[in-house]
């Protein structure tokens, strides 16, 4: 199968250390790099506050990984962090490279209309 790119984000306890998290992250992404792929990325936000209650917790330890694997290397990532009691919410998004792309021309076109009114 071919290598695609993902983009994972994932919501901690908020009882974990913070100091912590860097290494758990890492633990629980060897799936990938055991399955041939790669981590890209990890951008650890730190504790925020959850829009409504996971679990009966109020706030949450963000983190927002970027990596390249196949499909069935991400669907068993995250069933893997599915069945960890530390994670509170995953979310894996297949990133598209035409989108991005097209993003920023959406964007110049915007104040230009914005003139016009």
């Given at each position: ?45 730190g504790r925020r506050r959850l ?45 598209e490279e035409s989108k991005a ?17």
């Amino acid at each position: 199968m071919s290598l695609r790119q993902y983009e994972l984000m994932i919501i901690l306890d908020p009882e974990i250390e913070e100091r912590t998290v860097a290494p758990s992250l890492d633990k629980y992404l060897t799936v990938v790099t055991t399955e041939g792929g790669s981590v890209d990325k990890i951008d650890i936000w730190g504790r925020r506050r959850l829009a409504y209650d996971i679990k009966k917790k109020s706030e949450g330890i963000y983190a927002v990984v970027d990596f390249t694997a196949t499909p069935a290397t991400a669907k068993e990532l995250d069933r893997q962090l599915g069945l960890n009691e530390v994670v509170l919410r995953t979310k894996v998004l297949r990133r598209e490279e035409s989108k991005a792309a097209a993003a920023p021309a959406v964007a110049a076109e915007v104040p230009a209309e914005a003139d016009a009114s």
